[in-house]
């Protein structure tokens, strides 16, 4: 499972602090989301962040098995 976060923020033209105010979501967690140092996120902190950027949390995982 990938997390799209770093696509969905950056097409809204968000920096991650930015994504981190609008969200609640601590700035270095969102990085480390980013950056697949946490690979598998609270379904929680994925709701915060999809809420935010007004999508679905469907629309941050990239779920396809290549």
Do not use: F, H
């Not at 981190?20 to 989301?33: C, K, L, W």
């Amino acid at each position: 499972m990938k997390i799209r976060l770093y696509e969905m923020r950056t097409r809204r033209g968000w920096n991650q602090r930015e994504l981190s105010e609008r969200s609640t979501v601590p700035q270095p967690m969102i990085s480390e989301i980013e950056t697949g140092t946490v690979p598998n996120p609270q379904i929680n902190t994925l709701y915060k962040l999809a809420t935010a950027l007004k999508c679905t949390v469907d629309d941050l995982i990239d779920d396809e098995t290549a």
